[in-house]
C-alpha cells in the first residue's frame, strides 16, 4: 500500500471536472462542466535508505517528502522509533 512510516499519509479520493468550451476571456462563450471523475491523489513517497547512527546501520523505509523533512529536524533514531518502523 502507499503508505508513509513515518506520517501515516495515505492515497486519498478526490475528483477532477471536465470541462468543454472555450473560455469567455478568449472569445468563447465559458467553460461548462460536462462530468466529474473519481481520481486518486497518492502521496509523494520514495523508497529511502537512513542511516541510523545508533544502531549503526542504514534501514531501508517508504516515506513522503514530508517525513523526510521531519527525519531532518528530529532525527533518525528519535523519528523511526515513535513511527514504529524500527
Do not use: D
Not at 479520493?13 to 468550451?21: A, T
Not at 476571456?25 to 460536462?34: E, L, Y
Not at 545508533?54 to 517508504?62: D, H, P, S, W
Request: proline content about 3%; charged content about 30%; overall charge positive.
Amino acid at each position: 500500500m502507499k503508505v508513509c512510516n513515518v506520517t501515516g499519509s495515505r492515497a486519498g479520493r478526490g475528483s477532477v471536472i471536465h470541462r468543454r468550451g472555450l473560455a469567455k476571456k478568449k472569445g468563447g462563450v465559458g467553460r461548462h462542466i460536462t462530468k466529474m471523475v473519481p481520481r486518486i491523489f497518492a502521496p509523494n513517497l520514495r523508497r529511502q535508505r537512513i542511516w541510523v547512527p545508533e544502531l549503526k546501520k542504514f534501514v531501508r523505509i517508504r516515506v513522503t517528502a514530508r517525513g523526510l523533512k521531519t527525519i531532518n529536524k528530529h532525527g533518525a533514531y528519535k523519528t523511526l522509533k515513535k513511527a514504529g518502523a524500527i
